[in-house]
């Protein structure tokens, strides 16, 4: 008999869509401090300053309330696992985007005031079925604002490594959300029943081709905590450097992941 397949994970919307304001609203709190010199600081996305990257922040989040002034897409194309692995082929346009809403808004907080404000008008009457054709494939409004915490808590993690002492807070559900989506994304690159990876407090997957464990303690087990996963998972941080500062801690022979990482740059 085939094994079962896996039932998607499910988020609740409602959740998620507070998580996506509040950590937008942290983000905005900080970049309101940062000096014109902390602005052209260099961050570790290649040729991004401080400046692009506080006006990529504010896109990601826009195109929620973009997407929904689009007409709506006659069917879903994406799944959420799915959704890092897509992302590649938009990195250019991406990054091209980016640089030109940096240049055309030197008033960043009045940027985000705007974003902030359409966003939550958006939210108030959209419902979580709707549609949106968003830049990476068809999707529906709720599993977009899942991605969007993917976005937020990334690129937090990366300002808050550009501005030393910065210290822009992590939304607990955002980074939750984000953490489950790139760990089942994980899953979906490999998938299997030979390995455990737990990222405590927030997820638990098994991946990997090989023999399936049923119970007591699988044999091959990685455990990390839920911002070196995301570090991880998106290229910020290498699987050797992880596991020899001991960040990451994998035990048995298909315990190690670094053929499978990241998932997404």
Known sequence: MPPAKKRARAYAPAKIRTAVLAQFGNVRAAVRTLTPEQLEL???????TVRDLAAHLAMAVESVSRNLDREAPPKAELTLPQWP???????VDIA???????????????????????LTACLATAPDTRLLATRTGAMSLADHLVTRTVELVVHTDDLNAAVPGLGVPQDRQALAACTRLLADALAARAPGGSTEVR???YA??????????TRGTPPNVVETD?????????????WRDAVAEGAVRAS???ADLAGLLPLMG
Not at 42 to 48: N, V
Not at 204 to 213: A, D, L, M, S, T
């Open 252 to 254: 048995g022979e298909r």
């Open 42 to 48: 260099p961050t570790r996305l290649t040729g991004w």
């Open 96 to 118: 091209d985007g980016t640089r030109r809403l940096a240049a055309a808004n030197p008033d960043l907080d009045a940027l985000y005031a705007r974003v902030e404000e359409r």
């Open 226 to 238: 839920p911002l070196t996963w995301v570090r991880l998972a998106t290229g910020r941080v290498e």
């Open 204 to 213: 638990v997957v098994q991946c990997v081709e090989g023999p399936r464990h």
């Open 199 to 201: 990222i405590p407090p």
């Open 85 to 91: 692995f897509a992302t590649a082929a938009r990195a």
